[in-house]
């Protein structure tokens, strides 16, 4: 009978590259500059890491298939090494593989890399691709935004809310972000902005408007792991930080194709969510969750997962948001880094992002925005649509916690 | 053959004229300071194809109008006309019959090249009666004209479609003559997008008096019928009071001539005579004699005698003006605009893959599960259904005439359209079945949950690279009377 991770895989180092426009900063640049961190955050030698897994998204954009351009870039030792890729939860994705391998006893070390180099694409948003060349035959050629900011129609019209004070809960999220990016030095967009700011930006797909959208961003983050029991002999001292819960739930077609879905909440996020409470032992998810950074790719996104994930009832998310519930100073913090709203988001770092906040607070290393007392943290990771996407939930904490 | 109204003739007609009508003063404002002559044509409006609708996609909808109102029966042939049809070496009439839901066996054929080439195909139909057999001649255009021509006023967009077969007939074949005379009125070399024509009053005096004038006075002496018994008389002409002039010359009486759409939509070339005669069909009395011209190297005639049967379906409303003349020049292609690396993304078809899956695309074809019932799109090996998923169960079903309601949506000014923006959402079908589809021809506000709306068949992607074009079903809203039925 399995058992689930729970305990089993400690996280020994960690290391983030500050995202944004990297111009003059290849995508080899960026793993080394996240590996010297993770690497020196261990204190071990890279020799020790016995295999790897590599998280990148948009390879065509960037490095190129297969996990090689990670084993050049670090100049692995010919260890084994793999690369994954499930959309913009790519980055969890090379979590997950590090992390199942140590808890299946097959290595001690191991090393989880993400990276995205999305700049070099000569424009905004996202790369335009193709979905397969079935799929193009019929299926509209949508954009990010635009596949999001279905959620809002479908939202506003099932719970019965008007538009305008849906967009004013959009707009205190993104605020949000924004200040809370502005206290950290690692951030793509630093900027304060106010709701005006927000409600008067351009619109890219209706009803979002610029600010309601994360930014596109260059970037890597990575994952030493090991053992609980390893991790002690390397480290008397220091606090364990493990992995409480590791789940994917992945979109079989239901929600695109069958009227059973309301448009309005992301069903894998549920599944996900659910299962990770199991295995970490959380029943009352608002109270038990100290931080959470979740998939912020719009800011309706981060709403209805609010939902989604237990911290809101159903239909209440506004409520919560406008009475400052994941403000910094809030009951439960959400995206305290800025979140892929303002910490940006390359597609293939973003997941690994997420725990290395949650694992800077830890540690109590998260400087300015450091929250008073954290023992477990959430991250949620979103790749696809929300009609069709791999959703991946983890829930990192203090070793016993 | 029991019912007296059984007879072999023109079982329905149909129109279609795309949504967007072109402002002519518009379109006049940018071409006064050089070609203030064209202000007497700088009157009313003219249809324009959205940037999606071609000859076969017109045509398409021309058909399933025609269709509904008389559903083909036994043998199918469906002949398209056209002279601007999308591809030279594809059966353009293939793809039309496809989407319209033709059995794999109809028989279905391009005609080209001349205004005349539809009323040639339905002289022929009616001349040689197949009573088994439902025929249906679609004549679409879609023509460019030179910036600040008078065609470019002159000209419309749309379709028109004819049925012919045994049934209520709308009209019967009383006879019909042609003539062949290759006068060059105008021109369109193969490759080139614009006509080149020959000074009107030539085309006039030489072309409709003498030619056109002399085969309608043929065919009236060929049935015996006295040009004061012509009730009805439908002549399509680019130029003005030329019909006029034409009815003189024969004896037929002015009112007698066929009001066309010239203010609202336009000339149609060669879908014009289709249009005239569903014009005249709805406004004659049973027992009225109809003529029917069509001019153009040469000229084809065909008189018919109207029925008691009334006239099924409904004509173009009214559409939605359009001020935008820059964006007239967009959808034709006439003018290149910036619109940014987005639109440089490849579009090349993977014909292979086309063609294993023709039917989701032609028909817009789904799946009906034959345990649980469920509808849904595409059709696929395992049930959506997650109490079902059953296996190799789906029955093919078509979502083409299915209404539809909007579940989620947006109009998205990020993705490249080059008709900005992309509006698309989740649709939800009624009796089941959800797709994320496109809309077309939708206002920027006009989009809200639970919006009725019905399906058309439109270009999905150009491939410039290659000339090549792919096409599926969009929704769009239903209106006015749709609306209210």
Known sequence: MASGIR????????????????????????????????????????????????????????????????????????????????????????????????????????????????????????????????????????????????????????????????????????????????????????????????????????????????????????????????????????????????????????EAGFQGWDGAHIATARVAGARAYAAAGITDPRAQIDLAEVHDCFSITEAVLMEDLGFSAPGRVIHDVLDGVFDLAGALPVEPDGGLKCFGHPIGASGLRMVYEVYQQLHGRAGERQLRRVDRGLTQNLGGHPHQNVCAVSIIGRMGA | MNDPETAFGLLATARYAPRLRLERSEVFAQHRWMAPGLKSLAKGQRAIANWDEDAVTMAVEAGR????????????????????????????????????????????????????????????????????????VVASERRSARPASAQELIFGDGAAAAGVGTGRALATFVTAHSVHADLVDHFRQAGEAYDYGWEERWVRDEGYLKIAAGAVLQCLADAGVAAADVAHFALPAALPKVNEAVARRVGIAAAALVPTAAATIGELGGAEPLALLDTALRAAAPGALILVAAFGSGCD?????????????????????????????????????????????????????????????????????????????????????????????????????????????????????????????????????????????????????????????????????????????????????????
């Open chain 1, 7 to 254: 305990d089993k895989v400690a996280i020994i180092g960690m290391g983030c590259t500050r995202f944004g426009e990297r111009w003059d900063a290849g995508p080899e640049d960026l793993m080394l500059e996240a590996f010297n961190e993770a690497l020196a955050d261990a204190g071990i030698r890279g020799a020790q890491i016995e295999a790897a897994w590599f998280g990148v998204c948009l390879e065509e954009n960037n490095v190129g298939k297969t996990a090689g351009p990670l084993a050049q870039a670090l100049r692995l030792p010919r260890i084994a090494a793999t690369r994954v890729e499930n959309a913009c939860a790519t980055g969890t994705e090379a979590l997950r593989g590090a992390a199942y391998a140590v808890a299946a006893g097959a290595y001690d070390i191991v090393l989880a890399l993400g990276v995205e180099k999305l700049k070099d694409t000569g424009y905004g948003g996202l790369p335009v691709r193709t979905r397969g060349v079935a799929n193009d035959l019929w299926l509209p050629n949508s954009t990010a935004p635009g596949a999001f900011a279905q959620l809002a129609s479908a939202y506003a019209a099932k719970h019965r809310v008007a538009m305008p004070d849906l967009k004013r809960a959009m707009a205190h999220i993104s605020v949000k972000s924004h200040a809370n990016a502005a206290l950290n030095p690692k951030a793509h967009l630093r900027n304060k902005i106010t709701i005006d700011d927000v409600l008067g930006a351009m619109t890219i797909a209706a009803p979002l408007g610029l600010y309601d959208c994360s930014g596109v961003s260059d970037g890597a983050a990575c994952a030493i792991l090991t053992t609980p029991e390893i991790a002690r002999a390397l480290r008397r001292d220091a606090e364990i930080v493990t992995i409480k819960a590791l789940e994917v739930s992945v979109s079989n077609g239901e």
């Open chain 2, 65 to 136: 109008a025609l269709l509904a109102a008389a559903p083909a029966r036994g043998a199918t042939e469906l002949t398209l006309a056209s002279t601007t049809l999308p591809f030279a070496d594809r059966l353009n009439a293939g793809i039309v019959a496809a989407a319209l839901g033709l059995a794999a066996t109809a028989v279905v054929r391009d005609v080209a090249s001349s205004a005349r080439a539809a009323l040639t195909e339905l002289i022929a139909c009616l001349r040689h009666p197949a009573p088994e057999t439902t025929r249906i």
């Open chain 2, 301 to 485: 005639v065909l008189l018919l005698k109207r029925s008691a049967v009334p006239c099924p379906g409904d004509v173009p409303d009214a559409g939605k003006p359009e001020t935008s003349y820059l964006k007239y020049l967009s959808f034709t292609g006439q003018i290149a605009l910036a619109w940014g690396m987005r639109a440089e993304m490849d579009n090349k078809p993977a014909l292979t893959a086309a063609w294993r899956d023709h039917a989701r695309t032609e028909r817009f074809e789904g799946g009906t599960c034959s345990r649980c019932g469920t509808v849904q799109f595409p059709l696929s090996r395992l049930c959506v259904n997650p109490e079902c998923k059953a296996q190799d169960t789906q029955q093919p079903v078509s979502f083409a005439d299915r209404p539809a309601r909007v579940l989620s949506h947006t109009s998205d000014f990020l993705a490249y359209t080059p008709a900005p923006p992309f509006q698309f959402g989740h649709i939800d079908f009624d009796g089941g079945g959800r797709v994320l589809m496109e809309f077309a021809d939708t206002d920027r506000d006009e989009l809200r949950v639970g919006l009725p709306l019905r399906m058309v068949y439109r270009i999905k992607d150009l491939d410039a690279a290659r000339g090549f074009r792919r096409y599926f079903w969009k929704a769009t809203p239903l209106r006015g009377a749709a609306l209210l039925s």
